[in-house]
């Protein structure tokens, strides 16, 4: 397990077919328990904790197509159209903590979630900035099978992370986008994507609440610029607090002063 409720899959998942065992099982579980139900409908019934078959099939069984998704609004400013859109892939640079918010919206509003290729995600993190671990599925290591496992989860899943571990090909992004199209489901890429609807990239950040050589770090400003499709598009560039001191992401006004320009750092 990977934080407190987060659920993870054996890192060799075997595309549709581990989905379909996952989804068979599911089912089993599911008939047996309302057999149970049925049969002590008088008794109170504790039911076994949720395993991962479960929780794929209550994924699919509240899967919507063609939908606008939950999104918080510092994170609506950047979009085009102001919303995440199931059926798109999104790319995101830079900041781990903006693909978290990325997800926040959704998870907050009951969409399941998953993770594929960053073994160091922190469910903990996550868990702060809005996402709920019980309905998040975490694959950290799918080596070469990244693909078919992003494939089996986005049939499932509402909103699914990934990081490739390399280039991804313009055939690759066709065949999954038609797959994300068909499921209503979003996929957020970390580093590029083809194809993708808007890229989204921390160019510089700095931290607050240190003093001088004393204090924690309390909030993190940081600019982000956001490109929508066609190479010719400005970047739009927006400031966010990612996190404030309270946790939250919030959009830093114009009128708010920033820190001293001078201690940004351009981020890599």
């Known amino acids: 397990m990977t934080g407190t409720s987060a659920t993870e899959l054996p890192a060799r998942v075997t595309a549709l077919d581990q989905a ?18 049925s049969e002590e409908a008088v008794v109170p019934t504790v039911l076994a904790p949720r395993t991962t078959e479960t929780r794929v099939q209550q994924a699919l069984d509240t899967a919507t197509v ?15 159209g102001a919303v995440l859109r199931g059926g798109s892939v999104y790319s995101v640079r830079g900041s781990t903590a903006l693909v978290m918010a990325m997800m926040a919206g959704p998870s907050a509003e009951g969409a399941w979630c998953g993770v594929v290729g ?31 496992v992003v494939a089996a989860l986005v049939d499932a899943l509402t909103v699914v992370v ?13 065949r999954l986008s038609a797959r994300l199209r068909t499921r209503g489901a979003m996929l957020i890429a970390v580093g590029s994507w083809p194809g993708s609807e808007a890229r989204l990239e921390v160019q510089a950040n700095a931290w607050t609440g240190l003093g001088e050589g004393e204090g924690y770090l309390t909030g993190r400003q940081a600019t982000v610029a956001v490109t929508g499709r066609g190479a010719a598009v400005r970047p739009q560039l927006h400031h966010l607090w990612l996190p404030a001191s309270d946790g939250t992401i919030g959009r830093i006004e114009s009128a ?12 890599s």
């Open 256 to 267: 708010q002063p920033l820190e001293d320009p001078a201690r940004w750092e351009a981020v």
């Open 118 to 148: 960053m073994p160091s995600f922190g469910a903990e993190a996550a868990r702060g900035l809005g996402v709920d671990l019980e309905r998040l599925v975490l694959v950290p290591e799918p080596e070469r099978d990244w693909l078919s």
């Open 162 to 174: 990934v990081r490739p571990p390399g280039e991804v090909t313009p055939g690759e992004a066709s």
């Open 66 to 80: 063609d939908r606008a998704l939950p999104t918080l609004p510092a994170i609506a400013d950047l979009l085009p």
């Open 20 to 37: 379909r065992t996952l989804l068979a099982r599911a089912k089993e579980q599911k008939a047996a328990r309302l057999l149970q139900a």
